[in-house]
T-cell receptor
């Protein structure tokens, strides 16, 4: 069982709202990732972190931001949500370049 | 361009039957290949991870094969069960950086009918 948790699992909000998706892992992993996944499509990397105070943008352009103040915590924030942000967001972590552990995902719907 | 292609896109089989899912990749230099199972509305869960020197790896009723020469992998599911209904995702990692960049396929959606 992977000890990586995402909240909320489901979120429906109006356009223009600020939201934060939470991700926490208790495995002591240094590397953490945020992926965006739309139905029938591959996962796209939007942010990653090698460790505390280290964050980088991924391949997919995203208006979201992330922070890594603590090893176990990697929240993703959207300052002003739009309908185009509607998607599933998956958080993942790994100790090195080995197995990637995923959270259960946060499904965001922006009306 | 590094890519991962999976086939078929979707597959329906009867409970108890076997099936094989395919993954072709062009990622280079190759580091490892992973198969994940993703239930609807859940996060992906790792089934197998294979390095360049491994040809076959099993995990219960799941058996993955890798041909690094032809850059092909398959995932064989034996005696399918209703709980096998899920999306199966092939992920290939390169050696281009310490991080090991990951390339994801779009997945094969498997449905097992009773």
């Amino acid at each position: 069982e992977a000890d990586i948790y995402q909240t909320p699992r489901y979120l429906v909000i109006g356009t223009g709202k600020k939201i934060t998706l939470e991700c926490s892992q208790t495995m002591g992993h240094d590397k953490m990732y945020w992926y965006q996944q739309d139905p029938g499509m591959e996962l796209h990397l939007i942010h990653y972190s090698y460790g505390v105070n280290s964050t980088e943008k991924g391949d997919l352009s995203s208006e979201s931001t992330v922070s890594r103040i603590r090893t176990e915590h990697f929240p993703l924030t959207l300052e002003s949500a739009r309908p185009s942000h509607t998607s599933q967001y998956l958080c993942a972590s790994t100790k090195s370049s080995g197995e990637l552990f995923f959270g259960e995902g946060s499904r965001l719907t922006v009306l | 361009k590094n890519q991962v292609e999976q086939s078929p896109q979707s597959l329906i089989i009867l409970e108890g039957k076997n099936c094989t899912l395919q993954c072709n990749y062009t990622v280079s230099p190759f580091s490892n290949l992973r198969w994940y199972k993703q239930d609807t509305g859940r996060g992906p869960v790792s089934l197998t991870i294979m390095t360049f020197s491994e040809n076959t790896k099993s995990n219960g009723r799941y058996t993955a094969t890798l041909d690094a020469d032809t850059k092909q992998s398959s995932l064989h599911i034996t005696a399918s069960q209703l709980s096998d209904s899920a999306s199966y995702i092939c992920v290939v990692s390169d050696r281009g950086s310490t991080l090991g960049r990951l390339y994801f396929g779009r997945g094969t959606q498997l449905t097992v009918w009773p």
